[in-house]
T-cell receptor
Framework: GAVVSQHPSRVICKSGTSVKIECRSL??????MFWYRQFPKQSLMLMAT?????????EQGVEKDKFLINHASLTLSTLTVTSAHPEDSSFYIC????????????FGSGTRLTVV | AQTVTQSQPEMSVQEAETVTLSCTYD???????LFWYKQPPSRQMILVIR??????QNATENRFSVNFQKAAKSFSLKISDSQLGDTAMYFC?????????????FGAGTRLTVKP
């Protein structure tokens, strides 16, 4: 089946530094990937839609300069949290559409970011 | 904008019993998909079941089935013969079908506990 690999699974960084999270589709090409954020005991909130070869589309209220998204190839999207602050601490999940005759979304295993 | 509502924050069921999780949604779209995802403590999102809006027949996957009422915009999940491994957060999700925007929106989730 379709597999999406997300790394790292956990990261702790100092306030003011930047962190990059990678999302790879391992056995299929994904022209579109999605980045979600999940606070403890809450739902997944869509942050942005990552389109291969073009600029990402951000949801209202998401700072594009803080959450940089790059989708340079059909199998890789990256989310960079720039100048991280403690309030950026959260669980970040990516997903990709593995359309093979029907619509299905495969999710990465998520990244727990802690900013200290 | 589409909204997804899960009115049951928490539910519990005895092992081997049946439980139904409710979900309603609001949309003006006619073509869309509905999903139920399971998120166990590992936080990996796992697809449970999917329903195409144009199909009148309710989707079933082994012990999981849905009651899709398009006119009422209702999409409940029934879990039969509940197992301890079914304990997880369950999210209802909506995805509209357009050429260039197939992002997925989630409800707030229902925490299901299966008791031995």
């Amino acid at each position: 089946g379709a597999v999406v690999s997300q790394h790292p699974s956990r990261v702790i960084c100092k306030s003011g530094t930047s962190v990059k999270i990678e999302c790879r589709s391992l056995d299929f090409q994904a022209t579109t990937m999605f980045w979600y954020r999940q606070f403890p005991k809450q739902s997944l909130m869509l942050m942005a839609t990552s389109n291969e070869g073009s600029k990402a589309t951000y949801e209202q209220g998401v700072e594009k300069d803080k959450f940089l998204i790059n989708h340079a190839s059909l199998t890789l999207s990256t989310l960079t949290v720039t100048s991280a602050h403690p309030e950026d601490s959260s669980f970040y999940i990516c997903s990709a559409s593995s359309y093979r005759g029907d619509y299905g979304y495969t999710f990465g295993s998520g990244t727990r970011l802690t900013v200290v | 904008a589409q909204t997804v509502t899960q009115s049951q924050p928490e539910m519990s069921v005895q092992e081997a019993e049946t439980v139904t999780l409710s979900c309603t949604y609001d949309t003006s779209e006619n073509n869309y998909y509905l999903f139920w995802y399971k998120q166990p403590p590992s936080r990996q999102m796992i697809l449970v079941i999917r329903q195409e809006a144009y199909k009148q027949q309710n989707a079933t996957e082994n012990r999981f089935s849905v009651n899709f009422q398009k006119a009422a915009k209702s999409f409940s999940l029934k879990i039969s013969d509940s197992q301890l491994g079914d304990t997880a957060m369950y999210f209802c999700a909506f995805m509209k079908l357009t050429y260039n925007n197939n992002d997925m929106r989630f409800g707030a989730g229902t925490r299901l506990t299966v008791k031995p």
